[in-house]
């Protein structure tokens, strides 16, 4: 009977988390791009790991090695994408897998801690990444940023994991000759393999141009005021019904940096970019609920949302009430 490693059960999965990918989102975009091959490197990786550890292919380790360190570096890259950056096209993540791949020429010995080093340092980049919050996320609409910076954590999070690993893979050659390590891979490879390719379709643009943001500033200013004055103004003339409305359509709306509105809209309203938006969606919302017979779907779609359970959630977090209940008073 032929073994299915469960490695490749991922891969299987992720094979259609990429169609899908693909299918939904504007692959003429750097960051869908980018995400997309991300997905294709971890089902590529998987199958590897899989014949490596479930057919004891040896040569498969090779190419694993020489994958490996790809990953860790276009995650960093695809969500880098989604901020918007002027500085679109960084070098030295490519440095960093060139140095991997040499260590790996040259002496195999090192090439684990390379590895591991690689997939540390770009998952606690992620991390401090997602610490940005909305501003680093200009090009995403406003409902995805709330997933995305989701994804970005759980993806830091299991690179680091996965770089200490390979400290318990030394662990075990030291105390107990290796005997664990095809379970203890196959098992933690399904598991990051899967979570992280996956997380990684969430990745949404909706542009791809950028400017330069500056540094936020420390205390209110009348900028700021004049910058909310010009944003309501905006959004009297139902700009908030744009479903993929992004802080950067936003900005380049006022002609100004992501980052000095996103900070304007902290600071005079004490509140995120996306819940700002979503007051205004859920006003009309409510003035729908009450003065016509549309139902709950419709109303959500035509202010803006993009899903009715994301419409129920904030609709409640604004009034305290649910949409039907707020409806009936």
Same mark, same amino acid.
């Given at each position: ?20 990918? =693909? ?22 990786? @998987? ?16 190419? =694993? ?5 790809? #990953?860790?570096? +276009? %995650? ?5 994408? +989604?901020?918007?950056?002027? $500085? ?15 260590? #790996? ?20 980049? +992620? ?7 909305? @501003? ?24 680091? %994991? ?10 075990? !050659? ?60 905006? !959004?009297?003339? &139902? ?9 950067? $359509? ?15 809209? &902290?600071?005079? $309203? ?7 938006? &979503? ?9 729908? #609920? ?16 993009? @899903? $009715? ?21």
């Amino acid at each position: 009977m032929i073994m299915i490693p469960l490695p490749l059960f991922a891969s299987l999965l992720l094979a259609g988390a990429l169609a899908w990918f =693909i299918a939904h989102r504007d692959m003429r975009l750097r960051a869908h791009q980018l995400f997309a091959a991300l997905v294709f490197g971890y089902c590529a990786i @998987s199958v590897l790991i899989s014949v490596r550890w479930g057919y004891g292919v040896q040569t498969a380790a090779t190419l =694993i090695a020489l994958l490996a360190p790809v #990953l860790p570096a +276009l %995650a960093w890259l695809a969500y880098r994408a +989604l901020s918007g950056a002027r $500085k679109t096209r960084p070098l030295w993540p490519l440095a960093v897998i060139a140095a991997n791949w040499s260590i #790996l020429a040259t002496s195999r010995d090192l090439a684990d801690l390379a590895i591991l080093s690689t997939y540390i340092g770009f998952g606690l980049l +992620l991390l401090h990444h997602a610490r940005q919050g909305e @501003s680093g996320l200009a090009l995403s609409p406003m409902a995805d940023t709330g997933q995305i910076l989701l994804a970005m954590r759980v993806t830091g999070g299991a690179l680091v %994991a996965s770089g200490l690993m390979d400290v318990f893979i030394l662990y075990d !050659f030291i105390f107990h000759d290796g005997r664990h390590i095809g379970t203890a891979v196959s098992v933690a490879q399904f598991v990051f393999v899967f979570v992280v390719g996956l997380i990684s379709t969430l990745g949404h643009s909706t542009d791809a141009r950028a400017e330069a943001e500056p540094d936020p500033e420390a205390d209110t200013t009348e900028e700021d005021s004049a910058i909310i004055a010009r944003l309501d103004q905006l !959004f009297d003339h &139902n700009i908030h019904r744009d479903e993929d409305l992004s802080l950067r $359509k936003l900005s380049r709306r006022l002609g100004l940096p992501d980052r000095k509105v996103s900070n304007a809209i &902290n600071r005079v $309203k004490g509140t995120n970019v996306s819940q700002y938006v &979503n007051a205004f969606r859920i006003r009309e919302a409510c003035d729908l #609920l009450s003065e016509t017979d549309q139902s709950v779907l419709q109303i959500s779609l035509a202010v803006g949302f993009a @899903s $009715k359970s994301n419409f129920n959630r904030e609709f409640q977090r604004v009034t305290g009430k649910t949409p039907s209940a707020w409806r009936t008073t």
